[in-house]
């Protein structure tokens, strides 16, 4: 109840002028037992950020398990982000960007670095790349549907269309990083063989 009390206040109003008295007041809760749960708000706001990646993870988890092509799997996930976004809006963006927030957490919790191991074998298996640049490429992939969300919830689009366009993104993308790897990687004949020219000669002294 305190924790969804926090959660409403936040995503109305933002961060600035939160305090645990004013989330007690808002549930009903007592000044005095507030700092007996919660001791800081800093302390209440780490734990409303570890609930809402618990549940943004299970989400996505559930999204990923029913994919059966690498589309499928970055749409289902893309779009159990942006699902979530809409339900709660910028509740995750603004709690990280709380002081103290980032320093008191475990930031390899609630399967972030799964996530990335998991995207990053099927991205390297799929795409015929290397562990370490499918890695780079994932980490960096999962930047895009946070910034999806972001524009959802500031320009008011149509979610759809949104999550087309991030989908599409993320895959040209990692296309896009194949085909440089193969082009750097391929071995090209010369005029000479293809057209069965006569080699030219090297100048006297070259």
């Known amino acids: 109840m305190i924790l969804d009390s926090a959660s409403a206040m936040i995503a109305q109003k933002g961060t600035a ?4 008295e004013a989330i007690g007041e808002v549930a009903g809760v007592s000044k005095t037992l507030m700092y007996r749960y919660f001791g800081s708000l ?12 618990r549940h943004l993870r299970s989400e996505q988890l559930k999204a990923a398990e029913e994919a059966t092509t690498y589309e ?25 960007a709380y002081p103290n927030i980032a320093q008191a957490q475990d930031p390899t919790h609630y399967k972030r670095e799964p996530s990335v191991f998991y995207f990053s074998e099927v991205t390297a298996e799929v795409f015929n790349l290397n562990t370490e640049m499918a890695t780079v490429a994932t ?5 895009l549907p946070a910034a999806a969300g972001e524009f ?23 296309a896009g990083l194949r085909n440089d790897a193969l082009g750097r990687q391929l071995a090209v004949r010369s005029p000479s063989e293809v057209l069965a020219l006569p080699t030219p000669k090297k100048a006297a002294g070259g």
């Open 17 to 20: 002028d939160l305090s645990l």
């Open 42 to 53: 800093v302390e209440l706001l780490t734990q409303l950020l570890n609930r809402e990646y």
């Open 72 to 96: 499928d799997l970055v749409r289902r996930v893309t779009r159990a982000y942006l699902t979530y976004i809409e339900e709660r809006g910028l509740i995750v963006e603004r709690l990280q």
């Open 139 to 143: 980490e960096i992939s999962f930047g």
């Open 152 to 174: 959802l919830v500031r320009s008011g689009m149509d979610r759809q269309l949104i999550e087309d366009i991030t989908v599409s993104m993320i895959l040209g993308s990692i």
